[in-house]
């Protein structure tokens, strides 16, 4: 498969990009010679190799869920820049 300059066009035309000459032809470039990259992997024997999500072994790094004593609402309130009626008072970002 390659992608000729007039792809090239058509896809910088829907991301409302201005290639020049030069850009379109660079980019055509480096696009064909990463499908032709993509096409020699499609040369490699992986029937011996099984299918993963990740290249290397992920684990779940999450601990279980237990119930502690947090701080009590005063003790929250204490960091509040500013209070209003036992709430954190912040700064408007709508009007």
Request: net charge negative.
């Given at each position: 498969?390659?992608?000729?300059?007039e792809d090239v066009r058509h896809?910088?035309?829907?991301?409302?990009l201005n290639?020049?000459?030069v850009e379109?032809?660079?980019?055509t470039g480096q696009l064909n010679a990463i499908?032709?990259?993509?096409?020699?992997?499609?040369?490699?024997?992986?029937?011996?190799v099984k299918p993963t999500t990740?290249?290397?072994h992920v684990s779940?790094?999450?601990?279980?869920d237990e119930v502690r004593e947090s701080l009590t609402h005063?003790?929250?309130?204490?960091?509040?820049?500013?209070?209003e009626d036992g709430q954190f008072k912040v700064p408007a970002v709508l009007e």
């Open positions: 498969m390659n992608i000729s300059t896809v910088a035309k829907l991301s409302r290639l020049t000459a379109e032809d660079t980019m499908l032709h990259y993509a096409e020699k992997l499609n040369e490699l024997d992986t029937e011996e990740h290249v290397l779940n790094v999450m601990r279980d005063e003790q929250v309130m204490r960091n509040a820049p500013e209070e």
